[in-house]
C-alpha cells in the first residue's frame, strides 16, 4: 500500500468517528426572530423556494400606512413592535403602543366581562335577558314565544337577532343612544335589532345581539360600559393602553393611529365614533390584547384566575351549538389535531386580527390602520413559520419545470366571463396571469399544464384546442369551476375596457345586451356595477362613473342604493340638480336612508 494510499485510508476511517457537520443554529434571541418575521411575510399559498417579502415593502403594496404586532410564546408576551405610520398625512411613526381600533375584537373581550357578573351571580346565562333589562326592552314575537333570548345566545351570536354590524358615525355626526340603536331610531344608521329566527336554533352573527348585551351590563351594573369594562377585564389583566370609552379622549386620541381607506386615502375626521361599544368599541394596542389572550390561556389551563374561572374560560371557547364553531366570545378553529382560538376586527379604516392555539403558549395579534388587512394574513404565516406552530401553515407546493416555449403557448386572452377577461403573458421566461380589475400575479407550474398562484387558492389548467373548440384556461377555486375560452387578440373590447377608453355609450350598450341576454350574469349584478362605478369615481372617471350608476338605476329601479350612488356621482360632477333628485328618489325607497338625508342636508336641500 503507498503513502497516499494509506493516508486515504485512514482520513476515511476517522471521519466514521467524527459526526457531519451541521448548519449552524439560528439565532433565537427575540430580536433575531422579530428580524426574520419582519423580512419573512408569506402568501396564502406556499411554492418552494419563491422569495418572502418584507413588512415595509408589503404595507406599501397594500397601501396601508402602518402595522403593529405582537407575539406570545410560553405564556408571555416574547415582543412587540410597531412599522409604518399612524397617519399617512402626518407621518408620524407606529409605536408598540400607538392605540388602534379593535372592530369585532371587542367583543370576546366584552363576553368576558359578561361572564364574570355571572360569576358574581348579577347575571344568569340561561334566563331571558328582558328580566334583567330596564332601560328597554327586546320586543317579543313569534319566534320568542316557544324560546327566550338568553345572554349566552347574545354571546354565541344564536339569539336568532337581525344586524350583522355597524358603520360608526363620522365625525360631527349625532351619536345615538343605545336604545336608539336597538330600535332603529334617529340619529341611528342602522336597523332595529329584532328577532327573525327561533333563538337557540342557529349561529347567525349578530353584532346588534352583543350591543343587547352591553345594555343588559349597563341596566344590570348601573354604570357607563367603559367603567364596567376598565374595572372588571383591562384593569385587572394591566391593559393599560385601552379603552372602550367612545369617542375616544383628547388625551388618547393624540397615541390613536388615523382609519385609511383601501386606496390609502384617509378616513375623514380621522376615525368612526363606536357607540356600540361591545360590539366595535375598544381601542387597544396588540399588547393589551396579546395579555387578554395570554390570561385566557392561563385560566383554561387552571393556572390564572383575574378575570374568569377556569369553567369560565371553557364556555369562551367551546362551540355553543355544535353546528358552529363559536363559543361565548371566541371562535374556534381546527387545523389537523390542534385547535386555535380568536377573533377578527373590523372598523372603518381598521383591521385586526388575535389567534392563540388552545393548549400551547403561543399566538399572536396584529393591528393595521386600513381597510385593507390582506397584510395581516401574511404576518401571521411568517411568525407561524418562524415559532414553529403546529398546523397553522398549508404544505408548500412543489413546481416543476416547463419548457419555454410551451410555457410561450399559453400566453393570450381567455374570456372569463361577459365582463372580464385574464390576460396571460410570457415574461422573461415565466408566466403571469392580469385578471379585469385585478394586479398581474405570476403562475407557477404543477405540471405542464396546471399552474398556481401564491395569492390565492386558485389552480390554472390549460387545455389545447380541439376540432370545433378553442383552447382554453379551466380555473378552480374553491367550488367554482370556470372555463374560460381563449379568443383572438384582436377581439371586441369587454365593455370594462370600452370603459377604460371612454367609450361611454358602447360599453352601456354592451351592458344592456348581457342583461338582456344572460340576466342573471355577475357582469351586469347590482352589486358589480355600483362597486364598479365607485372604482371609476375614486379615479376621477366621472362622466363615466355617472353612467354605470345610471345604468344600475335603470336595471335596478327599486333599488334605493343605486340611486344614492347615482346621487354621489352627480354631486361629484358639480351636477346639484340631479345629485339632489337622486338623494330624494332613494330617500322614498327608504326614509331610513341616513346618508341620502346627510348629503340633502349638506347640499342645502332637506329632506321633504
Aim: neutral net charge; without cysteine; aromatic residues 8%.
Amino acid at each position: 500500500m503507498n503513502l497516499a494510499h494509506l493516508l486515504l485510508t485512514l482520513l476515511l476511517s476517522l471521519s466514521l468517528l467524527i459526526p457531519f457537520a451541521r448548519p449552524a443554529a439560528q439565532d433565537a434571541t427575540p430580536e433575531a426572530r422579530r428580524a426574520r418575521v419582519e423580512r419573512g411575510l408569506l402568501p396564502p399559498v406556499l411554492v418552494r423556494g419563491a422569495p418572502a417579502w418584507s413588512i415595509e415593502e408589503r404595507l406599501r403594496h397594500h397601501k396601508a400606512p402602518g402595522v403593529s404586532v405582537a407575539v406570545i410564546k410560553d405564556f408571555k408576551v416574547e415582543w412587540a413592535k410597531g412599522y409604518g405610520f399612524k397617519d399617512a398625512g402626518t407621518r408620524e411613526p407606529v409605536t408598540e403602543r400607538t392605540l388602534f381600533q379593535a372592530g369585532s375584537i371587542s367583543k370576546p373581550v366584552a363576553a368576558s366581562a359578561a361572564l364574570k357578573k355571572v360569576e358574581q351571580g348579577r347575571l344568569a346565562l340561561e334566563e331571558d335577558v328582558n328580566l334583567k333589562l330596564t332601560s328597554w326592552k327586546l320586543p317579543d314575537n313569534d319566534f320568542t314565544a316557544k324560546r327566550k333570548v338568553t345572554l349566552a345566545n347574545l354571546l354565541s351570536h344564536t339569539a336568532g337577532l337581525t344586524v350583522h354590524g355597524f358603520p360608526g358615525y363620522a365625525a360631527g355626526e349625532k351619536i345615538p343612544t343605545v336604545p336608539q340603536i336597538l330600535d332603529g331610531a334617529p340619529p341611528a344608521n342602522t336597523a332595529p335589532v329584532r328577532v327573525d329566527l327561533e333563538p337557540g336554533t342557529r349561529f347567525r352573527y349578530s353584532g346588534g345581539g352583543t350591543t343587547v348585551a352591553q345594555l343588559l351590563l349597563t341596566d344590570a351594573e348601573r354604570k357607563p360600559f367603559p367603567d364596567i369594562m376598565r374595572e372588571t377585564v383591562l384593569a385587572p389583566l394591566g391593559m393599560d393602553d385601552s379603552t372602550y370609552e367612545q369617542p375616544l379622549p383628547a388625551a388618547r386620541a393624540r397615541h390613536a393611529a388615523a382609519g385609511h381607506k383601501a386606496d390609502g386615502g384617509g378616513v375623514p375626521g380621522k376615525f368612526h365614533v363606536y357607540p356600540e361599544m361591545a360590539a366595535a368599541g375598544l381601542w387597544t394596542t396588540p399588547t393589551d390584547l396579546a395579555r387578554f389572550g395570554i390570561e385566557v390561556q392561563l385560566s383554561l389551563q387552571g393556572k390564572s384566575n383575574k378575570v374568569l374561572s377556569k369553567a369560565s374560560a371553557e364556555r369562551m371557547v367551546t362551540p355553543y351549538l355544535p353546528s358552529s364553531d363559536v363559543g361565548l366570545g371566541f371562535f374556534s378553529e381546527e387545523r389537523g389535531q390542534n385547535v386555535y382560538f380568536g377573533h377578527n376586527g373590523a372598523d372603518e379604516g381598521f383591521r385586526a386580527q388575535l389567534l392563540v392555539h388552545r393548549e400551547k403558549g403561543y399566538g399572536a395579534v396584529v393591528m393595521v390602520n386600513s381597510d385593507n388587512g390582506q397584510i395581516i394574513g401574511e404576518i401571521f404565516r411568517a411568525i407561524a413559520r418562524e415559532y414553529g406552530w403546529d398546523g397553522y401553515l398549508p404544505p408548500e407546493v412543489e413546481t416543476v419545470s416547463v419548457a419555454p416555449e410551451r410555457l410561450g403557448s399559453y400566453a393570450g386572452r381567455y374570456l372569463v366571463n361577459p365582463d372580464r377577461v385574464l390576460k396571460v403573458t410570457f415574461e422573461g421566461g415565466r408566466l403571469f396571469a392580469e385578471p379585469t380589475q385585478g394586479s398581474k400575479v405570476e403562475l407557477f407550474p404543477v405540471s405542464e399544464t396546471a399552474f398556481v398562484r401564491q395569492d390565492a387558492y386558485i389552480r390554472a389548467t390549460f387545455v389545447p384546442a380541439t376540432e370545433g373548440q378553442p383552447a382554453k384556461v379551466t380555473l378552480v377555486g374553491g367550488n367554482n369551476t370556470t372555463d374560460a375560452p381563449r379568443v383572438a387578440a384582436d377581439a371586441t373590447p369587454i365593455p370594462y375596457e370600452l370603459l377604460q377608453a371612454g367609450k361611454v355609450d358602447e360599453a352601456v350598450a354592451a351592458y344592456r345586451r348581457i342583461k338582456k341576454e344572460q340576466p342573471d350574469n355577475v357582469a351586469v349584478s347590482e352589486q358589480r356595477l355600483n362597486t364598479l362605478g365607485y372604482e371609476l369615481l375614486r379615479a376621477k372617471k366621472t362622466r363615466e362613473a355617472v353612467a354605470v350608476f345610471a345604468l344600475n338605476a335603470e336595471l335596478y329601479p327599486q333599488s334605493f342604493n343605486v340611486y344614492d350612488s347615482l346621487g354621489e356621482a352627480y354631486a361629484e360632477g358639480g351636477d346639484k340638480g340631479l345629485a339632489v333628485k337622486n338623494y330624494r328618489r332613494s330617500l322614498e325607497l327608504n326614509p331610513k336612508n341616513d346618508n341620502a338625508a346627510r348629503m340633502l342636508k349638506k347640499l342645502g336641500e332637506e329632506k321633504k
